[in-house]
């Protein structure tokens, strides 16, 4: 694991060894923080789309209702990394054990949704829109969490998801980037200077009277501008920074080149789908396994990417809704209700799980079947919407929430 | 700056009074700008602008000299002879499909032609034999060595274990461009053995070495390949041994692989890739779906079939779907496609692909036989008394309620529709025993009697007695007709033809004619299009365009010949829109939020540029035939001409003006001193159109 600036600091080992003695790879990350970004605080949301299974990703190792229920995909106690007696991470997630160790993960179980949905589309569609049972809200929370602070010279990279379309989590009134691909992001190729098709289209969209194409063609084109400028491409992957291959990992490593290129990104969002395995799970092995890999691997490789901007940074996990407690006739699970979240970033108090653990008795169960909410996924949010990213207008981000003061915050963020 | 802005003023007002003139005499556009102030919501659209609506709403676009052709058939009876395709004449599709083999193979046909890792196992284990026909035991030796080498990869992997990279060669199969490749259902079913022996954690170093030195020599023989006749060459490759095929896979991957293929016939060239490349093979669909919708004259027939499609979900890459969609489109959809909705929702209920993408066919009733007694043959029923084995291992034995929960949500009620928990998991056991013969294999729908729900099942508030199979049948029929169904389906149709928010009393008109008509889509559509919501002025052009509906659009537009769509097929990869690769169930949403933001329309706006200056690879586009007819005088006549067949003349003031000041760059007027009478460049005007902001809505 790589020694960063944030581990100095927390041991206090800067101060014991002396800068004499210090490599000087290791002084350049001490620096390195003060020049780019400095002080400004990013939230990244990660979601895994098709309802991860929480309990076979953090096992709850010391029940043996889990084993119960479980008798083909259960993650043999064995197996498990285990993290404070009683719960233990898949060994897939080998790549969190470390974050874990140094206190920069932390981790709620049995946190989800009140809507009782079971439908993809709808516990989707609540997440995002941060409005469970509401349909009719337009726009997404994390839009909402940096809405009402639009400074005149606000980048257009405040907001940033990476993928084809934009995620819901994202719509509405500040203008959100999405992008497949950094290097795609310009009109007539990418040289130095803007093509004469680039310069036609961006006056075309300017003095279009189609509202919904004039503000997205300004936004694309400020946009473009400031990429062209900022060159996040010249920023490789930091040593030890490991991306596996595929499209999780390339999202988090384009996430990490705009952060470090500097051009003013608050909240970036990635997802990452193919959790839905109602067939054939698998367990120590099999697709969980592989899933997990890739999902545990893609967010330590940013961690250590970022190196000292990940000071400032808070990233957070979340599924739609969690999988049944028993396995099915498949050895698969169906959908079900509480899942687990990450919680990994410099201020954060990890090393320790939060939450209330409601049990896997057959009358612990939420509707004699799933795993039962405890922690509302907005008190999770909430806390890192305020005393992260210093929006306390948390009546407007999460509208019709009621545990959202200071005094229903889980308290992980020091 | 005064004199500037003077001049300024002096050239808008030329461009007005030029484009007056241009189009003073031009009954076709008399709505030359678009104003949307002046559009009241109950005001109806003029002739020629119903012309170009109803063109943009039941075809992939205008072509140039379509609104002519619409117009001298009268608007209605074009309709109505679009809601018959059966009587349209689509032979030059198909001869451009002709070469298509996959397209007309049944599913079992797939799996014999490209085996699937079930197949080469059981030739493995002596369970099957080898095929005799030279070119198809060619395939099937490639097919077996590749899948012998990814099985001694697995094992030398197991052997390293837990190292960050061990995962490579599945996370390497998630990230394949192409659409069809995707396999995040079982990423182990993916033929992928180009990937096998890249990763440079594998231990063996040795072996590593060897794979870089073989594909060095491959490189080396592949170019003497290259110059061979197409004929020889298809002959030398066949002759080859089957490791040198295998190095041969491995250097003529992705596109490359098109070079080796080049100009040999379409069945030399299927062989060769059903043995380097089998994904590109089963690709044939979505560049299918792409030529038909760019050049079949069945426009309605398939919008209605990508509807249908869309809205009966199934992804391509989970497991053995991927060789049961062509099926699925072909022989369940398309023949639906302006029938009853009762037959659809029969037909897909009882498709393999349906259901195994939902799993339905996995799915067995607790209190039934199979999961009392297993699936020994005498189980049950002839008088003997097994013993129940419920711990027996290695066989589904429980309620999957997938397919069951999606019926109701996103095919029929909706999901609003009024349906509860309970209603999910009582019709997941009314369809229990719905499964699949051999799905790996290629086999049909099989009612499976011991896989069954015994008892009666109350869903939506009605007792369904003990029928077997007819429970279902009555269940569909039931849900088909309901009036939550008529309303969902009724309202999804809207959507897709009038706007993101259709108004109510459509939809309500629509909901009547579904139940009056026995869920006739024909005659729901029939009263769409005599509605005055369709016509209103605020419907034109309020639909924004999906990149799919962009794509196809920009090349009927252009009137460019397609030999290749996988660049194509290639291009919605990029703008988040893969051709049968959407993995939930919910399908492509059909709302503007969805597909308008920067990426997006950068995206759009680069395809167009491609397209129309000839660039796009395996599309032949002669920028100066964009315009018809005699050359135009000059720059801005040819602005005007490429207006009206891009943009149906409807063009707004503002893009207008923009456009007119482009001509003078050098870049597009090409005007040069040594050749004064060279044309302007018509392929860049036509991209900036392409990419204008009307290009995207139709």
Redo the contacts between chains.
């Keep these: 694991m790589s020694i960063t600036r944030r581990v100095f600091l927390k041991n206090g080992a800067l101060a014991i060894v002396g800068t004499s003695v210090v490599p000087s790879f290791l002084t350049r990350a001490v620096y390195a923080a003060e020049t780019a970004a400095p002080g400004a605080k990013r939230l990244i949301v990660l979601f895994q789309?098709?309802a991860a299974d929480g309990l076979n990703i953090v096992v709850p190792h010391g029940e043996q209702a889990y084993y119960n229920m479980r008798p083909?995909i259960a993650i043999p106690r064995q197996s498990v990394l285990d993290l404070d007696g009683f719960f233990g991470l898949h060994?897939?997630m080998?790549?969190f054990k470390p974050l874990w160790e140094q206190k920069h993960l932390a981790i709620v179980h049995a946190a989800g949704s009140p809507d009782?949905t079971?439908?993809?589309?709808?516990a989707q569609d609540y997440m995002e829109s941060g409005t469970p049972g509401v349909k009719s809200t337009e726009d997404g929370w994390l839009n909402r969490a940096i809405a009402g602070v639009k400074e005149p010279d606000a980048s257009p990279f405040r907001a940033v998801a990476m993928?084809?379309?934009?995620p819901r989590t994202l719509?509405g009134s500040v203008p959100?980037?999405?992008?497949?691909?950094i290097r795609?992001?310009?009109?007539?190729g990418r040289g130095p200077k803007a093509s004469?098709?680039s310069n036609?289209?961006e006056?075309?969209?300017e003095?279009?009277?189609?509202s919904?194409?004039?503000g997205?063609?300004n936004?694309?084109f400020e946009?473009?501008k400031m990429l062209r400028s900022a060159d996040p491409e010249k920023y490789a992957p930091a040593a030890g920074a490991?991306y596996?291959?595929?499209?999780f990992?390339?999202s988090l490593r384009q996430v990490a080149q705009l952060i470090k290129a500097n051009v003013g990104v608050e909240v970036a969002f990635a997802d990452i789908?193919?959790w839905d395995h109602?067939?054939?799970e698998g367990n120590v092995q099999g697709?969980i396994a592989?899933l997990a890999?890739?999902f545990s691997?893609s967010i330590a490789a940013l961690w250590t990417d970022l190196g000292d901007l990940a000071e400032n940074t808070v990233i957070v996990t979340m599924s739609e809704f969690g999988r049944t407690a028993r396995e099915?006739?498949?050895r698969g699970t169906?959908?079900g209700h509480a899942n687990v979240m990450f919680v990994l970033g410099g201020p954060v108090k990890g090393g320790r799980m939060y939450g209330r653990w409601p049990g896997l008795q057959p009358e612990q169960l939420y509707?004699g079947r799933d795993l039962a909410v405890t922690t509302d996924f907005r008190q999770v949010l909430s806390e890192a919407v305020a005393n992260h990213l210093g929006n306390k207008n948390l009546a407007k981000v999460f509208p019709g929430f009621d545990k959202s003061t200071p005094k229903d915050f889980l308290k992980y963020l020091g | 700056m005064p004199a500037a802005r003077k001049q300024l003023i002096l050239l808008g007002l030329i461009v007005l009074i030029s484009t007056a003139v241009l189009f003073a005499g031009d009954k076709k556009s008399k709505s030359h700008h678009s104003d949307s102030s002046a559009s009241a919501a109950v005001a109806p659209m003029e002739d020629d602008k119903r012309i170009v609506h109803a063109l943009n709403r039941f075809t992939f676009g205008v072509r140039p000299g379509d609104v002519e052709r619409v117009r001298a058939e009268g608007l209605d009876r074009w309709f109505d002879e679009q809601l018959h395709p059966e009587k349209i004449d689509d032979g030059a599709l198909e001869s451009r499909l002709a070469p298509f083999h996959t397209l007309k193979m049944s599913t079992k046909e797939m799996v014999e032609n490209f085996p699937p890792p079930q197949v080469l196992k059981a030739i493995e284990n002596g369970r099957m034999s080898m095929p005799h026909d030279p070119a198809k035991k060619a395939v099937y030796e490639s097919r077996m060595a590749a899948y012998q080498q990814r099985q001694q990869n697995k094992e030398d992997k197991a052997a390293v274990d837990n190292t960050p990279s061990a995962n490579a060669e599945n996370s390497t199969a998630k990230a394949q461009p192409a659409a069809v490749t995707q396999t995040d259902a079982d990423p182990k079913d993916v033929p992928n053995e180009m990937s096998a022996g890249n990763d440079p954690s594998t231990a063996d170093q040795r072996k590593q070495q060897k794979i870089r030195e073989n594909a060095m020599y491959a490189d080396l023989d592949t170019d003497r390949l290259l110059k061979l006749p197409p004929d020889e060459r298809y002959k030398a490759i066949l002759k080859m041994p089957v490791d040198e095929r295998l190095d041969l896979a491995k250097t003529y991957k992705g596109p490359r692989a098109m070079q080796l293929v080049d100009d040999m016939k379409p069945e030399q060239r299927e062989t060769v890739e059903a043995m380097i490349q089998p994904q590109a093979v089963l690709g044939e669909l979505a560049e299918a779906k792409l030529l038909r919708a760019i050049y079949s004259n069945r426009q309605l027939d398939e919008v209605m079939t990508d509807f249908w499609f869309n809205h009966f979900n199934v992804f391509i890459g989970k497991g053995p779907d991927r060789y049961m969609v062509s099926a699925y489109e072909r022989d369940v959809i398309r023949p639906h496609a302006l029938g009853k909705f009762k037959d659809i929702l029969a037909a897909t209920a009882k498709s393999p692909a349906m259901l195994f993408y939902l799993d339905n066919w996995q799915s067995v009733g607790p209190n039934s036989e199979l999961a009392l007694y297993g699936p020994g043959r005498f189980a049950g029923r002839r008088g003997r008394f097994p013993r129940p084995r419920p711990q027996a291992k290695n066989r589904p034995s429980g309620l999957n309620e997938n397919y069951a929960r999606e019926i109701m949500e996103l095919h029929t009620l909706g999901v609003d529709g009024g349906y509860t928990q309970k209603d999910v998991t009582e019709l997941a056991k009314v369809l229990t025993g719905w499964t699949i013969e051999k799905p790996q294999l290629g086999g049909g729908f099989k009612f499976n009697e011991r896989a069954h729900e015994p008892g009666p099942k109350y869903v939506l508030g009605r007792k369904i007695g003990e029928h077997g199979e007819k429970e279902g049948e009555e269940m569909l029929d039931v849900l088909a007709h309901h009036p939550a169904t008529a309303k969902f389906i009724s309202r999804k149709l809207a959507m897709r033809f009038v706007s993101d928010n259709p108004p109510q009393t459509l939809v309500d008109r629509m909901t009547d004619t579904f139940l009056k008509k026995d869920g006739d889509i024909r005659e729901v559509l029939r009263t769409m299009f005599h509605s005055p919501e369709f016509w209103a002025a605020d419907a034109y052009r309020a639909k924004m365009k999906t990149p799919f509906e962009f794509v196809a659009s920009a090349v009927r537009a252009s009137g460019a010949d397609i030999q290749n769509a996988l660049p194509l097929v290639g291009t919605l990869n990029r703008m988040g829109m893969p051709l049968y690769a959407m993995q939930p169930p919910t399908g492509y949403s059909m709302k503007a939020e969805a597909w308008v933001n920067s990426s997006a329309l950068l995206n759009r706006m680069n395809f167009a540029l491609q397209l129309a200056s000839g660039k796009l690879p395996g599309t032949s586009l002669d920028p100066q035939a964009l315009i018809p007819g005699p050359a135009p005088a000059d720059s801005q006549a040819a602005l005007a001409s490429l207006e009206q067949s891009i943009l149906a003349g409807d063009v707004s003031m503002q893009t207008h003006t923009v456009l007119q000041k482009q001509l003078g760059d050098p870049q597009i007027s090409q005007r040069r001193l040594d050749d004064p009478d060279k044309k302007p460049n018509y392929g860049a005007i036509a991209g900036l159109i392409m990419g204008s902001p009307e290009f995207q809505r139709r």
């Design positions: 789309r098709g083909s060994p897939s080998s790549a009782n079971r439908s993809h589309f709808d993928g084809g379309a934009l719509a959100a980037v999405a992008m497949d691909n795609a992001f310009a009109v007539g004469v098709a036609t289209f006056a075309m969209y003095q279009s009277v189609d919904v194409l004039h997205t063609g936004e694309t946009a473009v490991n596996p291959n595929g499209r990992g390339d789908g193919g109602h067939v054939n697709q592989n890999r890739e691997q099915n006739g498949n169906d959908h509707e």
